[in-house]
Nanobody
Framework: QVQLVESGGGLVQPGGSLRLSCVASGFTLDYYAVNWFRQAPGKEREGVSCISSPDDITYYNDSVKGRFTIARNKVLNTVYLQMNNLKPEDTGVYYC????????????????WGQGTQVAVSS
């Protein structure tokens, strides 16, 4: 059974940092593209970042470019989202997602999702 578990969220002041983790079981993340999404209260879910496979090409929403970094730890079967210089508009529930047919980050419909981790940026 495939399971994705996000962690690392929390409450942070503007300008602060968090590192989110997406750990997989029953599925080897290294073989596939992995996406991070977020959903703010009252807003639609939006894509934040993606890392492709096998070349690890990274993509970012314009709103997070230069502040967020996505990376893999292949040994731990984990994908991270390092978030620096956080802003209040980064607040939301962050989800990781992947799919056995997703490699280049162009897949729109993803089969496997985590339960999400809450990020709150506030002073």
């Amino acid at each position: 059974q495939v399971q994705l578990v996000e962690s690392g969220g929390g409450l942070v002041q503007p300008g602060g940092s968090l590192r989110l983790s997406c750990v997989a079981s029953g599925f080897t993340l290294d073989y596939y593209a992995v996406n991070w999404f977020r959903q703010a209260p009252g807003k639609e879910r939006e894509g934040v970042s993606c890392i492709s496979s096998p070349d690890d090409i990274t993509y970012y929403n314009d709103s997070v470019k230069g502040r967020f970094t996505i990376a893999r730890n292949k040994v731990l079967n984990t994908v991270y989202l390092q978030m620096n210089n956080l802003k209040p508009e980064d607040t939301g529930v962050y989800y990781c997602a992947t799919d056995p047919s997703s490699f280049d980050c162009s897949q729109l419909h993803l089969k496997y999702w985590g339960q999400g981790t809450q990020v709150a940026v506030s002073s």
